[in-house]
């Protein structure tokens, strides 16, 4: 192997680029989408309705609710409990954008909490730190898809009267306590993005047990009309809709449910290449000097949804930063990503709070020496081989000391 990095002009790895989290589509997918097509009814219907059922299914929730994105889904779970003005949000510093932004387009205010160094979700302990009166609900993030300790945020929320609305955007398949994640919160809230375990390009569902945050969901997500065309057009009759309230255009159409019917039948044979790959990332990396790995549960009754795979590395063992490792292993052909810098270090958050890095600082710390590896069951076994052949290229290039 030309061990000169191809960042210094050297050969790379491969020579076609291996994207971050290229999406699984196959025939299945592309023919009911043709159907669909065909069909004479392509916005939200009766596939859309199937795949609610299918997924409430498969999480074993009571109802589900589909929307056109996590982003949606989490903006109706905070606004169905009339979070507005003067209310608090607690989330987790470590997470996409999107988890706060929808606590400001509330007009609510986003208290974040730092996290656990080793699992990089949320602290518990922290998050009763944070409760003040105005505190109407908690944000989890199941990082990567390891699912957060629910049991312990859910007693908390329980005791002070508390909504919790889970980001499982990472977290299709995660299991918990032998339990699926989409069964246990108050609103649980899946993404269905071109990179997440399951796709249907864009799109989202909402999980839940209670039937009047169902009711009111289906009415918020669709103009805020007491019927939806589909239910007005399959009977047949002059049904009227009436406006209840100025409701929001977040609704799925059939064309992404065709997607999503498909992924959801293939999803646990997706969850097991995925766990493959992970354990020879495992092999490899495991032991590597200045690397650390996001621990995964053993037992069985708690399973890592594996969105992401990531690498921490500590920068006493490396001569360059976080960042230009990315850069070598782009260099390389591997599609390495950035999953995340801390929140509370972002513009927006920091000038309007007043945050400081430090604040957070296990979240700090981690956004600044986080990486994430390609990991997809579209990747082939030689994919594979190749992220592994070009992150042992770049760490051992830029390995200083013992
Ligand atoms: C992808 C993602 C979202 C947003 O999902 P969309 O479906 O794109 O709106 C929210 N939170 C986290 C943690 C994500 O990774």
Same mark, same amino acid.
């Given at each position: 192997?030309?061990?000169?990095?191809?960042?210094?002009?050297?050969?790379?790895?491969?020579?076609?680029?291996?994207?971050?989290?290229?999406?699984?589509?196959?025939?299945?997918?592309?023919?009911?989408?043709?159907?669909?097509?065909?069909?004479?009814?392509?916005?939200?219907?009766?596939?859309?309705?199937?795949?609610?059922?299918?997924?409430?299914?498969?999480?074993?929730?009571?109802?589900?609710?589909?929307?056109?994105?996590?982003?949606?889904?989490?903006?109706?779970?905070?606004?169905?409990?009339?979070?507005?003005?003067?209310?608090?949000?607690?989330?987790?510093?470590?997470?996409?954008?999107?988890?706060?932004?929808?606590?400001?387009?509330?007009?609510?205010?986003?208290?974040?909490?730092?996290?656990?160094?080793?699992?990089?979700?949320?602290?518990?302990?922290?998050?009763?730190?944070?409760?003040?009166?105005?505190?109407?609900?908690?944000?989890?993030?199941?990082?990567?898809?390891?699912?957060?300790?629910?049991?312990?945020?859910?007693?908390?929320?329980?005791?002070?009267?508390?909504?919790?609305?889970?980001?499982?955007?990472?977290?299709?398949?995660?299991?918990?306590?032998?339990?699926?994640?989409?069964?246990?919160?108050?609103?649980?809230?899946?993404?269905?993005?071109?990179?997440?375990?399951?796709?249907?390009?864009?799109?989202?569902?909402?999980?839940?047990?209670?039937?009047?945050?169902?009711?009111?969901?289906?009415?918020?997500?669709?103009?805020?009309?007491?019927?939806?065309?589909?239910?007005?057009?399959?009977?047949?009759?002059?049904?009227?809709?009436?406006?209840?309230?100025?409701?929001?255009?977040?609704?799925?159409?059939?064309?992404?449910?065709?997607?999503?019917?498909?992924?959801?039948?293939?999803?646990?044979?997706?969850?097991?290449?995925?766990?493959?790959?992970?354990?020879?990332?495992?092999?490899?990396?495991?032991?590597?000097?200045?690397?650390?790995?996001?621990?995964?549960?053993?037992?069985?009754?708690?399973?890592? /949804?594996?969105?992401?795979?990531? *690498?921490? #590395?500590? +920068? $006493?063992?490396?001569?360059? %930063?976080?960042?230009?490792? &990315?850069? !070598?292993?782009?260099?390389?052909?591997?599609?390495?990503?950035?999953?995340?810098?801390?929140?509370?270090?972002?513009?927006?958050?920091?000038?309007?709070?007043?945050?400081?890095?430090?604040?957070?600082?296990?979240?700090?710390?981690? /956004?600044?020496?986080?990486?994430? *590896?390609? #990991?997809? +069951? $579209?990747?082939?076994?030689? %994919?594979?081989?190749?992220? &592994?052949? !070009?992150?042992?290229?770049?760490?051992?290039?830029?390995?200083?000391?013992?």
């Amino acid at each position: 192997m030309n061990s000169d990095l191809a960042i210094n002009g050297g050969a790379p790895v491969r020579d076609t680029f291996l994207p971050f989290g290229a999406p699984h589509l196959g025939e299945e997918e592309i023919a009911e989408v043709v159907a669909t097509l065909r069909s004479g009814w392509i916005g939200t219907g009766p596939k859309t309705q199937r795949f609610e059922t299918e997924f409430a299914e498969y999480v074993g929730s009571q109802y589900a609710i589909s929307v056109n994105s996590c982003t949606a889904g989490l903006h109706l779970s905070l606004l169905v409990n009339d979070i507005g003005p003067g209310d608090e949000v607690i989330t987790t510093a470590m997470t996409f954008a999107a988890t706060a932004n929808v606590i400001e387009h509330c007009g609510a205010r986003p208290v974040f909490v730092d996290i656990d160094p080793i699992s990089l979700n949320i602290d518990p302990a922290q998050i009763k730190a944070a409760i003040t009166p105005r505190t109407r609900a908690i944000i989890p993030v199941h990082f990567g898809g390891l699912p957060c300790d629910l049991d312990v945020i859910v007693e908390i929320a329980n005791q002070a009267g508390l909504i919790v609305i889970e980001d499982a955007a990472h977290a299709v398949g995660t299991r918990y306590n032998n339990r699926m994640i989409g069964s246990i919160g108050h609103l649980t809230n899946f993404s269905f993005y071109p990179n997440k375990n399951l796709t249907t390009v864009e799109g989202g569902m909402i999980t839940t047990n209670n039937e009047t945050w169902a009711n009111k969901l289906q009415v918020y997500r669709l103009h805020g009309l007491s019927r939806d065309a589909w239910k007005r057009y399959s009977s047949h009759r002059l049904m009227l809709s009436h406006a209840i309230l100025p409701g929001y255009k977040y609704n799925m159409t059939d064309v992404q449910a065709s997607l999503g019917l498909h992924q959801l039948r293939k999803l646990e044979r997706f969850l097991e290449v995925r766990e493959q790959y992970a354990s020879r990332y495992d092999e490899a990396f495991a032991r590597f000097p200045g690397v650390t790995l996001q621990p995964r549960p053993i037992t069985p009754g708690m399973r890592h /949804g594996l969105h992401l795979y990531v *690498l921490i #590395l500590d +920068p $006493a063992h490396f001569s360059i %930063d976080r960042n230009e490792i &990315i850069n !070598a292993l782009l260099a390389e052909n591997i599609g390495a990503a950035l999953h995340y810098r801390a929140l509370h270090t972002h513009p927006y958050y920091q000038e309007k709070y007043g945050y400081k890095p430090e604040d957070f600082p296990h979240a700090y710390q981690v /956004g600044e020496r986080i990486l994430s *590896l390609p #990991l997809t +069951p $579209a990747m082939t076994d030689a %994919d594979v081989q190749n992220v &592994i052949q !070009a992150v042992e290229k770049v760490l051992t290039y830029y390995h200083v000391g013992s």
